[in-house]
């Protein structure tokens, strides 16, 4: 039995190809995944808007998400299209206007060699309202901590997918900021430039002009972050995709996290905490309070995820279609 506390309004979840109470159990605790943390995983939100439920870049996410699959080189048993039916099929199970979605493809019970053999492959997919991922003063500003540990390379894999084994860098990432005291963590990468957070990309704000970092500093090149380089040039700021040196990142005069699940969430200290030999060196972000153009940005995202913008259309999969 299973409690929903922890996520709200969820009532049902789906699993190859029903639906149950979001109470039921029933996985075998020798399913591979649960092992070796060889699974894949989205997240993706969906929205209120006047003409009801939307998701937010489906099909970029569902991209994203068979390409994980091959990376993991799972046969993902459904198409694309398959995919998307499920998907809006559970948030309409939930009943919920705006959610958090979470597919997960995984290999399930069957051998537990480290080569899944025998393990079918198996789709879930859960939808739960989930509110501010940093909490609701986060709109103020959090304050980042410059991990110890660099960012898997992408020399060393493909960090293009969302392979959960992945994850657990991340995890422990966060729980590090947090037990140093701070809201959330950033990575830096192997040659000792600002790569990403847990679960979330990183943008600066220098003299007018937004620079976010991409693959090649071992980035996920997510797709919140692509949405706001579009929003950026669309407000009229010149972009910029290239590195992040730490120098940089501490004289910025903005800087914010995005990602699904946080959104857009302005960064007003950093904290160094990369070199464990060294104090630890706290710095404000231009004038330590959510800037100008994290304001601005925050507005359209908002705008165009809740369908008051139609120039954004484009990018919203309705529920009821
Ligand atoms: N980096 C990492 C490591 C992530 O897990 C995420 C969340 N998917 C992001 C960046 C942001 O990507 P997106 O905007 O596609 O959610």
């Excluded at 994980?68 to 199970?93: H, L, N, W």
């Excluded at 493909?158 to 990432?173: C, D, E, R």
Aim: glycine share 12%; net charge neutral.
């Amino acid at each position: 039995m299973f409690l929903n506390t922890n996520f709200p309004k969820a009532k049902k979840y789906w699993y190859e190809g029903k639906f149950r109470d979001w109470s039921e159990g029933g996985l075998h605790p020798m399913m591979h995944a649960l092992h070796y943390g060889t699974c894949v995983f989205e997240g993706i939100r969906a929205y209120s808007t006047a003409k009801g439920p939307v998701v937010f870049r489906l099909p970029e996410h569902n991209d994203r998400f068979l390409l994980s699959a091959g990376v993991a080189k799972m046969k993902c048993p459904y198409t694309k299209d398959e995919i998307t039916g499920f998907i809006k099929q559970t948030v309409r199970a939930n009943e919920l206007d705006s959610c958090y979605i979470r597919p997960l493809l995984f290999y399930s019970y069957g051998n537990l060699g480290l080569v899944p053999k025998a393990c079918p492959v198996e789709l879930a997919i859960g939808a739960w309202e989930w509110g501010a991922y940093l909490g609701e003063n986060a709109a103020r500003g959090v304050s980042a901590y410059i991990v110890p540990w660099r960012r898997v390379h992408h020399t060393q894999f493909n960090m293009s997918a969302k392979l959960g084994g992945v994850y657990v860098q991340s995890t422990i990432a966060g729980l590090e900021a947090r037990e140093q005291g701070f809201d959330e963590a950033i990575f830096l990468n192997m040659e000792g430039r600002v790569a990403e957070g847990p679960g979330q990309n990183v943008f600066i704000v220098k003299g007018g002009t937004l620079v976010t970092n991409g693959r090649l500093e071992s980035a996920l090149e997510g797709i919140t972050r692509t949405s706001i380089l579009e929003l950026g040039q669309d407000l009229g700021y010149k972009t910029v995709v290239g590195p992040i040196t730490k120098q940089d990142l501490f004289g910025a005069d903005e800087a914010f996290y995005c990602g699904t699940a946080v959104e857009v969430i302005p960064i007003v200290t950093v904290t160094d905490g990369s070199d464990p030999t060294m104090p630890k060196t706290l710095h404000s972000i231009g004038s330590g309070k959510p800037g100008p153009v994290a304001l601005r940005l925050i507005q359209a995202f908002g705008d165009a995820v809740s369908g008051r913008n139609p120039r954004y259309e484009k990018w919203l999969t309705y529920v009821a279609k």
